[in-house]
Each structure stands twice: as C-alpha cells, then as structure tokens.
C-alpha cells in the first residue's frame, strides 16, 4: 500500500503536535489551562493604582478601591516565557514587580491557576496557595 503525500503531512503534523503536547511542563498540567493573576487592595481607605502589561498585552491604568481587586487571566505560550509585570502605587509609595512568570520557582506559588497577590502597608505580598499564607516580595519604595 502506497501512502499518499497528503496522508504523509497529517501523520507528521500530528506527530509533531503530540510531542510538542508531552514536551509541556509538568506545572502547566495542559496546553488549555488558564491563569488568572489577583491583584488585591487590602488597604482600609485607600485606592491603589495598578498598570499592568505583558510584551504583548497592556491592561491599561486600574483605580482599585479599598478592599476590592483587579484582575486578569490569560493562556501560557507555548514556547515562549508568559511574563506579566505591574507598576503599582499609592500615597504611601510605589512597587514594580512581575505578577506572572511562567518560571517553575514562581508557579511553585500559584496553585489551582490563580496567583493572588495583595497590597498593604507594608509592600506587595504574594500567596503560597499550598501553604495558605502571604510571602511580602516587594516593598513599598518612596514616591
């Protein structure tokens, strides 16, 4: 039986696919899996300022009232580094961090697809979903 050069290039794509599919890390679980980042103002009175964006994205400027959140999800490339960074601020300083980075040392922090980070006097902290408590990664810098 003679295979047809069409027959030919469905085999290779799909093979291709398939290794592209068990060559995804272990952390991201699938190609399909959504992330969504919070950003969480756990001040008392006081709105806190986010601009975040990726190479690709800009989330544009969001105003976030006391104890309210803003928040975003997305899809990790494929190939390529998914990295979301923020500038935020407020009367009492300003922070600029990475709110994503598809790196395993920060998923290890990220559980069930959810980053939570939260904002309060003392700078930007970021939940370890597995160990249910707040790490601060960033304090708040002089205006």
């Not at 975040?52 to 969001?62: A, M, Q």
């Not at 803003?70 to 990295?83: E, P």
């Not at 709110?99 to 920060?106: D, H, N, Q, V």
Request: glycine content about 4%; overall charge negative.
């Amino acid at each position: 039986m003679k295979i047809k050069p069409c027959q030919s290039y469905i085999s290779m794509f799909l093979l291709i696919f398939l290794v592209c599919l068990m060559s995804q890390t272990l952390v991201t679980d699938s190609l399909f899996d959504k992330i969504r980042v919070h950003v969480v103002n756990s001040f008392q009175n006081e709105t806190l300022e986010v601009h975040c964006k990726s190479k690709d994205d800009d989330l544009g400027l969001h105003h976030i009232p006391a104890n309210q959140e803003f928040n975003w999800h997305f899809r990790i490339a494929i190939f390529k580094k998914t990295l979301f960074f923020c500038d935020t601020w407020w009367r009492g300083g300003k922070a600029s961090f990475h709110a994503f980075s598809a790196e395993e040392g920060f998923l290890k922090f990220c559980g069930d697809g959810n980053c939570m980070w939260r904002a309060n006097e003392d700078g930007m902290s970021l939940l370890d979903y597995h160990h249910q408590q707040y790490h601060l990664m960033h304090r708040w810098e002089s205006s």
